[in-house]
C-alpha cells in the first residue's frame, strides 16, 4: 500500500503542477489586446486595417486636416468657425482591409478602448462606435448606424484615457431620425465599420487645435479559454479520482492477498502447539494459549494460573518463539482467525466473527482488524470475494 500512496502523491502532485502551468498560459490568454493597425502600414491584404477619414462641413480653411505623415498615430488639426454652435467635424477610423475597401470588425470580444489624447488647447472631444445594425442601417450611411457615444477630455501634456464600450449611449436625435423607440438602447460591437473622435460644443472656436490620438488598444476577455481551462482542470481531475480508486482497491487487494498468505505460518504453528513439546512448561503455555484464544476472559495472569508457570515464563516463551508480546500474540491469534472466518463464511456477520474470536466489543474489534489489515472487515471481506478462486490440482487418471 506504501508504494501505491507514493505513486498517488506524485501523479496529485503532477496533475497540480500542470494544471497550474495550464491556468498561467490559458488565463493570461483570456486576456485580450490589440492594438489598432492603421491602414498606412504594411500587411496582408485581407487582415483588417483601419483607414483614416474625415467628417465635416464643407469650409475654407477645412474644419479637419489630418497629418498624413504620422504613420502609428492619428493627429489632425481643428479649425472650428465660431459663428457654427455645433458643427459635426471629426477625424474617424474606417475598418477596411489592405487594398481599401470597407470590412466591418467583429469588437464584440473587447470591452474598452484605450488610448493617450494630447490637444493644444485643452479640448473635451467624444468618441463614437458605429456599428452596423441590420434592422435600421443603411450600408455606407453613417447617419443611420447606432452612434454609441461617450466624451474624454485631452491638454497639451497628454491624457492616458480608457473608455468602456459596454457603457456608451445613444443620443436621443438619432431615436427620432430613425423612427426607432427609445427605450431600445442596446447595441452590438461585432459589425463595427468606424469609431470618431470628434468635436464637441465644448471645443475651442475661432483658433486652430491640434489633436493626437496615440496607442490605441482593445482590451477585453475571452471567457472561452476559461472554459477550456475549467473542462481540462475537471476531466483531469476525474481521470485521477478514477485511476485512485481503481488503484487503491487492486492494491488493496494485493494487500490482503499478502497479509493472508503471511499469516498462514502463524496459522500452521498454531496446529503445531497443540503436539507434544520436549519442554513441558513451554508445550504447556503455547498449547493453552493455542485452544482458549477464543475466550474474551483470557488474559497473562489466566495463563499464568492455568499453566502454574509465571509471568515472565509466559513472556520468555512467547519471545523467544514467536518474537511477540502475550498481547500482541493474542489479537495476532484472534485476527488471523477472524481473517480466515470472513474469506469462507460469507453468512456470517462481523459482530458474530468478532464475538467468536473472543473480543466482547464489536468496535475494538474493528479498530484492531483496520489497524492489522488496513481496511474494516466488511472491506476485507468483499476484496477477500474479488480474488480468483485457487485453480484445481490437476489429478492425473491412472491407465487401466
Not at 119 to 127: H, Q, R, V
Not at 251 to 265: C, E, F, I, N
Not at 276 to 293: C, G, M, Q, S, W
Request: net charge neutral.
Amino acid at each position: 500500500m506504501q508504494e501505491f500512496y507514493k505513486k498517488a502523491l506524485y501523479a496529485f502532485m503532477l496533475i497540480v503542477l500542470a494544471d497550474a502551468l495550464l491556468a498561467i498560459v490559458l488565463v493570461d490568454r483570456s486576456y485580450l489586446s490589440q492594438q489598432l493597425p492603421l491602414a498606412q502600414e504594411a500587411g496582408d491584404a485581407g487582415a483588417l486595417r483601419w483607414r483614416v477619414g474625415v467628417t465635416a462641413k464643407q469650409w475654407y480653411p477645412p474644419m479637419v486636416q489630418v497629418d498624413a505623415k504620422a504613420r502609428d498615430k492619428l493627429r489632425f488639426d481643428l479649425n472650428l468657425p465660431a459663428a457654427d454652435p455645433d458643427p459635426n467635424a471629426s477625424a474617424d477610423l474606417l475598418a477596411s482591409d489592405g487594398k481599401g475597401r470597407p470590412l466591418q470588425a467583429d469588437l464584440s470580444m473587447y470591452n474598452t478602448i484605450s488610448f493617450v489624447a494630447k490637444c493644444a488647447p485643452a479640448n473635451s472631444l467624444m468618441f463614437i462606435v458605429s456599428n452596423f445594425d441590420e434592422h435600421v442601417s443603411q450600408r455606407g450611411n453613417y447617419l443611420t448606424y447606432p452612434p454609441a457615444t461617450t466624451y474624454f477630455s485631452c491638454n497639451e501634456a497628454g491624457v492616458p484615457v480608457t473608455l468602456d464600450l459596454t457603457r456608451l449611449t445613444i443620443p436621443p436625435w438619432w431615436f427620432d431620425a430613425v423612427h426607432r423607440d427609445l427605450s431600445r438602447q442596446d447595441y452590438l460591437l461585432d459589425r463595427v465599420e468606424r469609431m470618431v473622435f470628434g468635436a464637441t460644443p465644448q471645443s475651442p472656436r475661432g483658433v486652430p487645435a491640434r489633436v493626437e490620438i496615440s496607442w490605441i488598444t482593445l482590451r477585453g476577455r475571452d471567457y472561452r479559454y476559461l472554459d477550456w481551462l475549467a473542462g481540462l482542470v475537471t476531466a483531469g481531475w476525474i481521470a485521477f479520482g478514477v485511476w485512485f480508486f481503481r488503484g487503491h482497491a487492486r492494491a488493496m487487494l494485493a494487500s490482503v492477498d499478502t497479509q493472508l498468505k503471511k499469516d498462514l505460518p502463524l496459522v500452521a504453528y498454531r496446529q503445531l502447539t497443540l503436539e507434544p513439546y520436549r519442554d513441558k512448561e513451554k508445550a504447556a503455555v503455547l498449547k493453552f494459549i493455542a485452544t482458549n484464544y477464543t475466550n474474551p476472559e483470557l488474559d497473562l495472569e489466566g495463563v499464568v494460573a492455568a499453566t502454574g508457570t509465571n509471568r515472565t515464563k509466559v513472556n520468555d516463551v512467547l519471545k523467544s518463539e514467536l518474537g511477540m508480546t502475550f498481547t500482541s500474540y493474542l489479537n495476532k491469534l484472534r485476527l488471523t482467525e477472524a481473517a480466515r472466518l470472513l474469506t469462507e463464511k460469507n453468512e456470517t456477520t462481523v459482530a458474530e466473527i468478532a464475538y467468536s474470536v473472543g473480543y466482547a466489543n464489536v468496535s475494538y474489534f474493528n479498530k484492531l482488524f483496520k489497524e492489522e489489515y488496513g481496511c474494516t472487515p466488511k472491506a476485507f471481506r468483499t476484496l477477500a470475494d474479488q480474488q480468483p478462486p485457487p485453480a484445481d490440482p490437476v489429478q492425473e487418471t491412472a491407465a487401466p
